[in-house]
């Protein structure tokens, strides 16, 4: 496992990375106000305990987040890698498990963001293709905004035999597509579910579309032509939060 450190950036990231135990934080920097809100957001713990803090200015600091363009308010944390979850592991001997796969989808911001959503409706993972995991990325740590200490990232070499060996295992997998015949709110979300999505661009695979045991869509307004997929995504996470809850 690559345990290779690297940086991330933003007052979410740090302090979740902080609040997880599993999480190995190696050194933060911070500026004297971010290290009084630190103190505000956990009275009842002190999370720099048993980490090298370093004091810099703004200015010392932004050179951790210029090249990503990136707002570090004054928090940059050096952490490592999370041991990633198994797949095979974790379905095991569970049930009503729903999990996002992710086609295509490259963008770091984007992956991000569809993480955050995940996590605020208990989505219970995320399926990727390794290649196109940036891991290491601040844009997508940003992105998700702390969420990415809460989420199951599971690392796939195919995303194909991924869900054909998921099917088998009785897994239903749901497309998202603009060309689907039904609206995916028409469906009856039951049992063990894969919500699998496309690239914004270029939609899913026309391979990978074939593992889909049916084909949805979203409906919206005919002055849009599509939505982002992190968009797409928290609509979807939201409705079936929704149904779980209320059901």
Not at 7 to 32: D, S
Not at 51 to 72: A, G
Not at 106 to 131: E, H, M, Y
Not at 196 to 210: A, C, D
Request: charged share 25%; hydrophobic share 35%; net charge positive.
């Amino acid at each position: 496992m690559n345990k290779s450190s690297f940086f991330i950036v933003g007052q979410h990231a740090v302090i979740e990375a902080l609040k997880n135990p599993k999480r190995k934080v190696l050194r933060i920097f911070l500026t004297e106000e971010s290290k009084k809100n630190i103190h505000r957001n956990s009275p009842n713990k002190n999370l720099l305990k048993d980490v090298k803090v370093f004091f810099k200015t703004k200015k010392e600091l932004d050179k951790y987040s210029n090249k990503e363009n990136l707002m570090h308010q004054g928090y940059v944390a050096e952490i490592e890698h999370l041991e990633t979850p198994d797949l095979k592991n974790f379905i095991k001997n569970q049930n009503n498990i729903t999990l996002a796969c992710l086609d295509g989808v490259t963008d770091p911001r984007n992956i991000g963001s569809v993480i955050r959503s995940a996590v605020s409706f208990n989505i219970d993972g995320i399926i990727i293709k390794s290649r196109q995991f940036p891991n290491d990325s601040k844009l997508m740590y940003k992105a998700a905004s702390g969420a990415m200490e809460y989420i199951n990232i599971f690392e796939v070499a195919n995303i194909n035999s991924t869900l054909k060996n998921l099917r088998e295992k009785n897994f239903w997998v749901y497309g998202f597509d603009s060309k689907g015949k039904k609206d995916f709110t028409d469906i009856d979300f039951k049992g063990n579910t894969i919500l699998l999505f496309g690239s914004e661009g270029h939609g899913m695979h026309q391979h990978t579309s074939k593992y889909a045991d049916f084909l949805v869509k979203i409906n919206i307004s005919n002055k849009i032509d599509s939505l982002n997929i992190s968009n797409c995504a928290s609509v979807v996470f939201h409705h079936l939060s929704f149904i779980i809850n209320n059901g």
